[in-house]
């Protein structure tokens, strides 16, 4: 039976149906694909470094494993390094209390002598909210809690994918080539070789572009006397990896602590300032320099993925909604019957630009290659 041949109510019956399935089939097997997800950009981050091992005489094993391990390490550097800054916001919390206490008093003033409110009376509304949003309190930290125990748990895989996925890749091209025709292995694996250059490109851009951010935020916090201006930098700039959202919860966060810790709301004026001022650095000058147009997505698409991913993988499909919208859409740029899918989801103004820019890559990626015969992207000939 040819579907295409089918009324339109029917065909669109099949897709609702087929999308409904992905979608069931994503959440509940979201224990192993994040982990898989994120170790596949994982491995295409640490390619080159094996790649380059193995040229200098070292095993293929050995040179996978020391890339493993040399990542290991910098995010574990990383971690430690951030749970410092943690354990050190947690002992100061006491004398952040008290500050927060008579903040708290104040307002209560305020709202007594501006709404004629009572004491009593913001009490006993704040008890009863409190009371009304604890059940359900309880068991969304509950559920974030386990979510995240499970999740902890399925990271200490992200390694052994890693190690399997660089070990097999050579295997991967083989099957590309057993499952597709002669004439389109070629193409098929030049495709794969753009997304794996995508997802490496924007992964360390992002990299790079936390680390940027992170200096540049600490140090604006560390200038106007914030407390933990460190921790709050970091924080912003991990936090701006989520589109929109995290940049506002990554700026909301020092500008509460400067109205918490300090008399003048000069403070978290110039807090929100310095926020405003990395954002607009980081929106014009750094990220096109370092992520470049790896993720040509535009806003709408940018936005519409954002909100799918996060009602199914949560903060994890937040995170990486971006760099799998743009691997799909760098297979729909180059199959002709996706093409108007992948101009819908990108920044072209039109099909002649999108097209000019494919032939451009197509001839680098050629280029490239022709030095590199083992590249991700290129084709063992026997």
């Known amino acids: 039976m040819n579907i295409k041949e089918q009324p339109l109510y029917f065909q669109v019956t099949v897709k ?10 994503l959440v509940l097997a979201q224990n192993i694909l994040i982990p898989l997800t994120i170790s596949v950009f994982f491995t295409f981050l640490l390619m080159p470094v094996s790649k380059k091992l193995e040229d200098w005489r070292f095993p293929k094993s050995l040179a996978i494993l020391i890339s493993i391990i040399g990542a290991f390490l910098i995010v574990a550097v990383m971690f430690y390094f951030f749970i410092d800054q943690v354990l050190s916001f947690v002992n100061d919390w006491p004398t952040i209390e008290k500050t927060l206490d008579t903040k708290w008093e104040s307002l209560q003033a305020f709202v007594t002598d501006t709404f004629h409110i009572s004491r009593i009376e913001q009490k006993a509304w704040l008890t009863t909210k409190i009371k009304e949003n604890a059940s359900t309190g309880g068991v969304l930290i509950l559920g974030f809690f386990s979510a995240t125990t499970s999740f902890l748990a399925s990271l200490a895989l992200i390694p052994i994918y890693v190690f399997f996925l660089t070990l097999y890749l050579d295997k991967f091209k ?9 004439d389109k292995n070629e193409h098929v694996l030049m495709i794969a070789g753009k997304v794996s250059k995508v997802s490496q490109k924007y992964v360390m851009g992002i990299f790079l572009d936390v680390l940027i951010l992170s200096v540049l935020n600490s140090t604006g916090f560390l200038i106007i006397g914030l407390p933990h201006a460190v921790l709050f930098g970091v924080l912003a700039s991990v ?10 919860i990554g700026s909301l966060l020092p500008i509460l602590m400067a109205l918490i810790t300090k008399d003048s709301m000069s403070y978290a004026v110039a807090a929100g300032a310095i926020c405003v001022v990395v954002q607009f650095l980081d929106n014009n000058f750094i990220t096109p320099y370092v992520v470049g147009g790896s993720v040509s997505v535009n806003p709408l698409t940018a936005t519409i993925m954002l909100i799918v991913s996060s009602m199914i993988w949560g903060v994890s499909g937040m995170v990486l909604c971006l760099p799998l919208t743009g691997m799909a859409k760098v297979v729909c740029d180059h199959i002709d019957s996706l093409k108007p899918y992948g101009y819908l989801l990108g920044e072209e103004v039109s099909l002649n630009q999108k097209v000019e820019k494919q032939d451009k890559f197509i001839k680098k990626l050629l280029h490239y290659n022709g030095k590199n015969p083992g590249g991700p992207g290129s084709v063992n000939k026997h």
Request: charged share 15%; aromatic share 10%.
């Open 174 to 182: 083989e099957f590309i080539k057993l499952v597709t025709k002669d």
């Open 239 to 248: 936090l701006n990896i989520i589109p929109y959202i995290g940049v506002l």
């Open 16 to 25: 609702l149906l087929l999308a409904g399935l992905i979608i069931a089939f």
